[in-house]
C-alpha cells in the first residue's frame, strides 16, 4: 500500500483519487474551496442553481467508461443536450452537426459560395480522417494485448491523419480562415469566433464533432463532482476540505509530502491537480530542482482564455422562458462587428464577443425556485482586460462587473424581449473571480494557451503527467496542451495506474 497526496479536487484529481483508493492505496485529498468539483463545481444562491464553470463534456463513451470503473456510473444522472441553437441577425438555425453547419453557411452567405467551397475543399478530409480516428479504441484506457492490438490499428489507419496533422496541426484558426474569406466580413467575423480562435485548425475539426456527443449533467455538475467525492471517502480516501497547500515538500530530488498550514503530510506520491504554473513556481519548495530555462519557460508560457460569466435568476416560469429560447443552448453572435479577445485594451469587446447563453432550469426545474428560471451567460475573455480588471481598484472593478452584465442582458433581450423585467437575482463571475476560486493562472479555463505555436507542449496531442521531480505527477488539465473535461479524466486515470 502507498500513500499519495494529491493536491486539488477537480475531475482530475477526484478521478485519480477514487482509483488509486480503490486499489487499497492510503490516499489523501487537499482542496482549497469549501467544495469538490474546481471547474465541474456549481453553487446555489436564492434557490438557483448554477454552474461554476463547464457547462458540458464530450467523448461520452471513454467518460462513462471511467465513471463506471469507479464504480458511480448509476449514480451520476448524464443527461444529452439539446442541440445548440445558433442566432445571429443573419441566421437562427439548430446545430446537430457539422452538416447543419455548412447548410448554414451556404444560407447565410450565398455571394461566398466559392469561398465555402474552398474552405470545406480542405476542412472535409481532417474530419473525415478525424472520425476514423475518433472510432479506435483510446490507448489511455486499455490494457495489455487490447492496447497493443489498439496500438497496431492507430499505425495502421493513421497514417493519413498524421501527416494531416503535419499539415494544419501547427495552423492557428485565426490563420486558417483568413485563407478562404477576407477580414471583417461578416462570415469571416463568425467563423473565427464561432470556437476558440487561436486553437489548431485539427482541433477546429475536431470540434465538429462534439455536437453528436453533447452532454450534461441533470442534477448539475457539482452532483457530479459530490458522488466523487462521496465514493472516494467510502473508499477509505481522507478529503480535506478548506485545506490550502502552501507547498510541496521535496527530499534529494524526491516529493515526499506536502505542507497545509503548520502541518506537514508525508506520502510516497504526489500529485498535483492544480495549475502547472503554481506547481512549480510557487508550490515546489526546491526551485533548484528545475533547470532555470525550464523555469523561465513555465513563467512566460501563455495560459488559456478565462470565462466572464453572469448568472440571473428569473421570476419567469419555465416554460414561460423555453417559449422564447426554444432550447436550453442558444449561441448568439454579433457578426457585423469581431471582439479582439487577443486584444485587453478593447473596451467594446463584451458588445461584439459571441455568447453562450444557458439555462440550467430547463435542464432540471429544480435548479429554480417553483414558479421561477435560471440563465447564464458565458464568453472567453480577453486575459487581464482593462488593465486586469481595475488594477485593483475594487469601485472600478465593480463597475466593469455592472457594465458587461448590463451588455449581456441588453444584448439577449433580442431573444428575451422583457429579460430585465424578470431578474429576480444577478451576479457575475469575471477571470478575477476564477483564479480566485480554482487557482488557476489568470482564471484560465482550462490549461495553456490553445495557440499551437505557443503551446507549453511541443505536440498538441500528448499528454504528459511525469515532471522534472521524481514522485511527483501532474493530475490536472494542465498535462494536456488545452484540456477539457474528458481530457482531465484520462490524465486522472494515467496518473493512477502508474502507482500498481
Known amino acids: 500500500m502507498k500513500r499519495i497526496a494529491i493536491v486539488g479536487a477537480g475531475i482530475g484529481g477526484l478521478t485519480a483519487g477514487n482509483l488509486l483508493a480503490k486499489k487499497g492505496h492510503k490516499v ?14 456549481g453553487f446555489r444562491r436564492k434557490g438557483y442553481y448554477f454552474e461554476s464553470g463547464s457547462l458540458s463534456l464530450e467523448a461520452s463513451a471513454q467518460v462513462f467508461q471511467v465513471m463506471k470503473e469507479i464504480g458511480v456510473y448509476e449514480k451520476i444522472s448524464f443527461k444529452k443536450k439539446e442541440p445548440l ?13 457539422w452538416d447543419d453547419i455548412k447548410f448554414m453557411l451556404y444560407s447565410s452567405y450565398p455571394d461566398e459560395k466559392g469561398n465555402i467551397d474552398s474552405f470545406f475543399n480542405v476542412l472535409d478530409p481532417v474530419i473525415k480522417e478525424l472520425k476514423k480516428m475518433a472510432a479506435i479504441p483510446s490507448l489511455t484506457y486499455a490494457k495489455g494485448l487490447k492496447k497493443l492490438l489498439i496500438g497496431i490499428t492507430f499505425l495502421m489507419k ?7 496533422f503535419e499539415k494544419y496541426g501547427n495552423v492557428s484558426v485565426l490563420e486558417f480562415i483568413a485563407c478562404f474569406f477576407k477580414k471583417d466580413t461578416r462570415i469571416y467575423n463568425f467563423l473565427t469566433t464561432f470556437v476558440y480562435p487561436d486553437m489548431s485548425t485539427i482541433a477546429l475539426a475536431g470540434m465538429m464533432e462534439m455536437y453528436t456527443d453533447y452532454w450534461t449533467v441533470k442534477d448539475g455538475m457539482q452532483s457530479w463532482a459530490n458522488v466523487l467525492a462521496e465514493n472516494f471517502q467510502q473508499l477509505g480516501g481522507e478529503l480535506n476540505l478548506s485545506s490550502y497547500v502552501d507547498a510541496i515538500i521535496t527530499k534529494d530530488g524526491v516529493a515526499t509530502g506536502v ?3 503548520d502541518k506537514i503530510f508525508t506520502a510516497d506520491y504526489v500529485f498535483s491537480a492544480v495549475d502547472y504554473k503554481k506547481t512549480f513556481l510557487e508550490l515546489i519548495d526546491n526551485k533548484s530542482l528545475l533547470q532555470n530555462d525550464m523555469l523561465q519557460r513555465i513563467e512566460e508560457a501563455p495560459v488559456s482564455y478565462p470565462f466572464f460569466t453572469l448568472y440571473l435568476g428569473l421570476n419567469l416560469r419555465n416554460d414561460i422562458l423555453r417559449d422564447r429560447m426554444r432550447v436550453s443552448s442558444i449561441m448568439l453572435f454579433d457578426t457585423l462587428k469581431r471582439g479582439d479577445v487577443e486584444n485587453p485594451n478593447d473596451k467594446d469587446y463584451f458588445k461584439k464577443c459571441p455568447l453562450v447563453i444557458y439555462s440550467p432550469s430547463m435542464i432540471n426545474e429544480k435548479h429554480a425556485p417553483q414558479g421561477k428560471s435560471s440563465l447564464m451567460v458565458q464568453t472567453i475573455s480577453p486575459i487581464r482586460w482593462m488593465d486586469n480588471w481595475g488594477a485593483g481598484n475594487k469601485e472600478r472593478y465593480g463597475l466593469l462587473k455592472k457594465q458587461i452584465s448590463d ?10 424581449p422583457d429579460l430585465s423585467d424578470h431578474i429576480d437575482f444577478s451576479d457575475a463571475a469575471t477571470p478575477i473571480t476564477y483564479e480566485r476560486y480554482t487557482h488557476n493562472t489568470d482564471g484560465a479555463h482550462s490549461s495553456w494557451s490553445m495557440n499551437p505555436k505557443k503551446n507549453f507542449y511541443p505536440s498538441g496531442i500528448m499528454m504528459k503527467v511525469d515532471t522534472p521531480v521524481k514522485n511527483l505527477y501532474i ?4 498535462a494536456t496542451p488545452f484540456g477539457g473535461v474528458p481530457e482531465t479524466i484520462g490524465v486522472g486515470y494515467t496518473c493512477a495506474q502508474i502507482i500498481k
Open 28 to 41: 489523501i485529498l487537499f482542496e482549497a474551496h469549501s467544495t469538490p468539483g474546481g471547474y465541474i463545481a
Open 85 to 97: 441553437q445558433y442566432v445571429s441577425d443573419e441566421f437562427n438555425a439548430s446545430i446537430r452537426n
Open 158 to 164: 493513421g497514417g493519413k491523419f498524421m501527416k494531416l
Open 259 to 261: 505542507k497545509t498550514g
Open 407 to 416: 451588455t449581456f442582458i441588453k444584448r439577449i433581450e433580442s431573444i428575451i
Open 475 to 478: 493530475s490536472s488539465c494542465w
